[in-house]
């Protein structure tokens, strides 16, 4: 069996994807093996300190050589590790991929903004879609939000922005960049008519789950904003107790659920798509098309 990883080192969690990967029809396709989500929070530091802890950078190094030793007992043949906008933001990001390299053997890849928005939309959701259609392609991570337009199946516009769930829990969003946020959707989003979005992330695919929409249903506006007021009126204990979100979902989800909500609004988009991938099988499909297709 053809296996193939991703590590995606967030501002939140850090990830690893084990996956199978198999030729149908002509076509090479990938089915999840195994995911495995570390809440390590390295935004925290990144953000407000500007660079990663000696205790974070142990506990980051633990975890490398974790997802290491399993790649080896899953016979993993090629991987690739991306670090996004907390290691990107971190003065001692490189120094902490040298010791990575050195410690573990995993060559580590800290990636710009257009790099990151280019491999999320890999997964080439839009294809599944109606090409009718104009899509706002929304990514909210920890540290950043990409965000990319699609006309007729094409992507024409991406741009990273610094605004995510982590950043504004520490107070670390900045006025301007919502403004110049906002101007590019509305330059890039202008004329166009039947106006939808793409939502990808794991706030966003945790909010679909308590929407309790059928799969590739959309989740409406209305959905999504009765959904914010409900996560608001409960108190942080009171949505790990009662909603049963874990500890490290139940803050983010709020401020991710405000940056959609905002944009849907600026735009007028009335119907978010959710499809059940992110930055890791982005990875994935571009491990694929560089190596098999």
């Given at each position: 069996?053809?296996?193939?990883?991703?590590?995606?080192?967030?501002?939140?969690?850090?990830?690893?994807?084990?996956?199978?990967?198999?030729?149908?029809?002509?076509?090479?396709?990938?089915?999840?093996?195994?995911?495995?989500?570390?809440?390590?929070?390295?935004?925290?530091?990144?953000f407000l300190d500007k660079q990663?802890?000696?205790?974070?950078t142990g506990d980051l190094i633990k975890t490398m050589m974790a997802f290491k030793n399993l790649m080896d007992v899953y016979h993993v043949s090629e991987y690739l590790a991306c670090a996004t906008s907390a290691m990107r933001e971190a003065?001692?990001?490189?120094?902490?991929?040298?010791?990575?390299?050195?410690?573990?053997?995993?060559?580590l890849e800290i990636i710009e903004g257009q790099r990151e928005a280019n491999i999320i939309y890999a997964n080439h959701i839009e294809a599944d879609l109606d090409n009718s259609k104009t899509y706002l392609y929304i990514d909210v991570g920890g540290g950043s939000t990409e965000l990319s337009i699609f006309v007729d199946g094409t992507p024409q516009a991406s741009k990273s922005f610094d605004i995510g769930t982590?950043?504004?829990?520490?107070?670390?969003?900045?006025?301007?960049?919502?403004?110049?946020?906002?101007?590019?959707v509305k330059e890039h989003t202008k004329g166009h008519k039947h106006l939808a979005g793409i939502g990808t992330?794991?706030?966003?695919?945790?909010?679909?789950?308590?929407?309790?929409?059928?799969?590739?249903?959309?989740?409406?506006?209305q959905k999504l904003n009765a959904l914010y007021n409900k996560l608001t009126s409960y108190s942080l204990k009171e949505r790990i107790n009662t909603l049963r979100l874990n500890p490290d979902r139940a803050d983010v989800i709020i401020p991710?659920?405000?940056i959609y909500l905002t944009l849907m609004k600026w735009t007028g988009i009335k119907q978010l798509y959710v499809p059940k991938v992110g930055m890791a099988d982005g990875i994935i499909k571009l491990l694929i098309e560089e190596k098999l297709s």
């Amino acid at each position: 069996m053809l296996r193939y990883a991703a590590i995606d080192i967030g501002s939140n969690a850090v990830r690893l994807l084990i996956a199978d990967i198999s030729k149908h029809e002509g076509e090479f396709k990938y089915k999840k093996n195994t995911l495995i989500r570390v809440p390590l929070r390295l935004g925290d530091d990144a953000f407000l300190d500007k660079q990663i802890s000696e205790k974070k950078t142990g506990d980051l190094i633990k975890t490398m050589m974790a997802f290491k030793n399993l790649m080896d007992v899953y016979h993993v043949s090629e991987y690739l590790a991306c670090a996004t906008s907390a290691m990107r933001e971190a003065k001692n990001g490189h120094d902490i991929v040298k010791l990575i390299k050195e410690k573990t053997e995993i060559n580590l890849e800290i990636i710009e903004g257009q790099r990151e928005a280019n491999i999320i939309y890999a997964n080439h959701i839009e294809a599944d879609l109606d090409n009718s259609k104009t899509y706002l392609y929304i990514d909210v991570g920890g540290g950043s939000t990409e965000l990319s337009i699609f006309v007729d199946g094409t992507p024409q516009a991406s741009k990273s922005f610094d605004i995510g769930t982590i950043r504004m829990l520490d107070n670390q969003d900045k006025e301007e960049t919502w403004e110049e946020m906002k101007e590019w959707v509305k330059e890039h989003t202008k004329g166009h008519k039947h106006l939808a979005g793409i939502g990808t992330g794991g706030n966003i695919n945790k909010l679909f789950r308590m929407s309790e929409e059928k799969d590739n249903a959309p989740l409406s506006l209305q959905k999504l904003n009765a959904l914010y007021n409900k996560l608001t009126s409960y108190s942080l204990k009171e949505r790990i107790n009662t909603l049963r979100l874990n500890p490290d979902r139940a803050d983010v989800i709020i401020p991710a659920c405000e940056i959609y909500l905002t944009l849907m609004k600026w735009t007028g988009i009335k119907q978010l798509y959710v499809p059940k991938v992110g930055m890791a099988d982005g990875i994935i499909k571009l491990l694929i098309e560089e190596k098999l297709s």
